[in-house]
Structure formats: structure tokens, C-alpha cells
């Protein structure tokens, strides 16, 4: 997990709230402190990288320590997690954590779903590793964003959310929109406080996915199949797609959509509006 892929420190991402700039300004999105990775804690205790060689002789954590390590940074995760739900309750926010793998089309269904959707406030955290590329494509809508950069890291996680939470002051009673990291692997794993998982998946990604990746699948509230417009161009079998979803997550409700010609996307818009219920 993430001792391994080197997402496991607490360097807690960049989040930037972007304004918009006037006609002909100079902006500079590279101005930013970036973290020194002799700075960075990956998750190994007492591992210093101040003048270390990396060597043939490195020594790593013993598989029992790794798992330990990864158990109470999952732990702490979800306790930061319910707080985050409950601050989202006492607001009756409804927040979706959106993931895919990178590529799925999850933001150009957000710019679309923000301009045509039309039932309140809406807001959106985007989480990538760099550029506020995918935030200023929001941000043009006229929706509130912030971004989070996560840097080396591969998800977002409870505490990075609280922060762009409380930086981006989402009004009561808005849909909240969390763009995770293009991944399938971590994001499944922790928790945001968020009401439910959306896994955007594409028809040129293959009819396998759930079976290759069965944790996220397994934690899916809802699955949109986008790009159904590519459908006679590839080789992917709806059909077969839901089956081995279910296989893994029996109740999970499956929607065929295109995010570019907009096919399919009353049906997601009758979902959302459907989730849309106060908190009591």
C-alpha cells in the first residue's frame, strides 16, 4: 500500500482556492513551495534520508512493521473521516468522492453535470498530483473549487479534505464533488467522510476492470460506464462489465453514460437529485 508507493507521509498536499485572473495577466502556477523529498516522510520509522546512501545495503521495515504502520494510518484516516461526515451533515451537504483511473473523463462530466444539472449549490474539491489544470476547467463554469496537489502522493485523503473543506466554505445544503487522483488502488482504501463512491469507468479501459481491481468496485455506490459514444469503435461488453461488477458488489446500481454528447446523463442527473435528501 502506501509505505510502498511513497504516498504513506503527512505532507499533507498543496491546496489552492484559484480566482480568476483579469484579461492578459501574467500567472505563474510554478511558484509554489514544493516539498524536498529529504523532507518527506514515507512511511519508514527512524529512516534517514539526510546523507544516506541508497545502496545495496538498504534496510527496509520487516513485512510486520509495514502492515502495522499501514493499519494506523488507515485508522487515523477514518477516525478524521467521520469527523469530516459529521461537519458535512450538520451543513446537509451531500459529498461524492468521484474516482477512475486517469484518463476516464470524470472532470468533463463535472463541467457538464455543473451546467446543466441546475438543482442548487454545487462545489468541487479536485485532487492531482500537479497543475490546476483540471480546477480553472471548473472554475470557468463559475463553480467554487479548490485544488489539492498531492505531489508524489496517489489519493487524497480525510485530512487533506478537511483542509479544502475549510478553505473552500461550501454553502449549506450544496452537492459536493471530490475529484480523487486518477487511481483505482488507494483511493478505495480511504475514506473522506464523503456519502458515497462514484467509479467513473471508461469503454476503452476493458470489460475486466471490476475483476482487476475488485476493492474499488466493492465500495462503489454507483458505476458510470462513460464514453458509450466509443462503444462500436472497442471492444467492451456492457453486458458483461455489470455481471462482474456485481460479482464483487451485488447491489451496486451501473449506468451507461458519455460525458461528450451527453447520452445517458438524465439518468445520473435523477440519481443525484434522488441523493439529494437533508440530513436528519
Avoid at 79 to 105: F, H, K, V, Y
Avoid at 131 to 146: F, N, P, Q, S, Y
Avoid at 202 to 225: N, R
Wanted: negative net charge; charged residues 20%; hydrophobic residues 40%.
Amino acid at each position: 500500500m502506501c509505505a510502498t508507493c511513497g504516498c504513506g507521509g503527512e505532507t499533507g498536499g498543496l491546496i489552492t482556492v484559484p480566482h480568476p485572473h483579469s484579461p492578459g495577466e501574467d500567472h505563474d502556477h510554478h511558484d509554489h513551495a514544493h516539498h524536498d523529498p529529504a523532507d518527506h516522510d514515507h512511511g519508514h520509522p527512524g529512516h534517514d534520508h539526510a546523507g544516506h546512501e541508497h545502496g545495496g545495503d538498504h534496510v527496509h521495515l520487516p513485512i510486520t512493521e509495514t502492515v502495522t504502520l499501514e493499519q494506523q494510518v488507515l485508522a487515523k484516516n477514518d477516525r478524521l473521516a467521520q469527523e469530516n461526515r459529521a461537519w458535512l451533515a450538520e451543513r446537509d451537504i451531500l459529498a461524492l468522492n468521484m474516482t477512475s483511473s486517469p484518463g476516464a473523463g470524470k472532470t468533463t462530466l463535472l463541467v457538464r453535470t455543473i451546467g446543466e444539472l441546475g438543482a442548487g449549490p454545487i462545489a468541487v474539491i479536485e485532487g492531482d498530483q500537479e497543475t490546476l489544470l483540471d480546477a480553472e476547467r471548473i472554475m470557468a463554469t463559475g463553480c467554487k473549487v479548490a485544488q489539492i496537489n498531492t505531489g508524489a502522493g496517489c489519493h487524497l485523503d480525510a485530512a487533506m479534505t478537511r483542509r479544502a473543506l475549510d478553505m473552500l466554505a461550501p454553502e449549506s445544503g450544496s452537492l459536493l464533488f471530490i475529484e480523487n487522483v486518477g487511481n483505482l488502488v488507494c483511493p478505495a482504501l480511504f475514506d473522506l467522510g464523503e456519502s458515497g463512491k462514484v467509479v467513473v469507468i471508461s469503454v476503452t479501459e476493458g470489460t475486466d476492470k471490476p475483476l482487476k481491481y475488485p476493492h474499488m468496485f466493492s465500495v462503489a455506490t454507483l458505476v458510470l460506464i462513460n464514453k458509450i459514444d466509443l462503444l462500436p469503435y472497442v471492444d467492451f461488453d456492457p453486458d458483461r462489465f455489470g455481471e462482474l461488477a456485481r460479482s464483487v458488489n451485488p447491489g451496486v446500481r451501473i449506468l451507461q453514460i458519455s460525458a461528450s454528447t451527453g447520452a445517458g446523463l438524465a439518468q445520473w442527473y435523477e440519481w443525484l437529485c434522488a441523493q439529494r435528501v437533508p440530513a436528519r
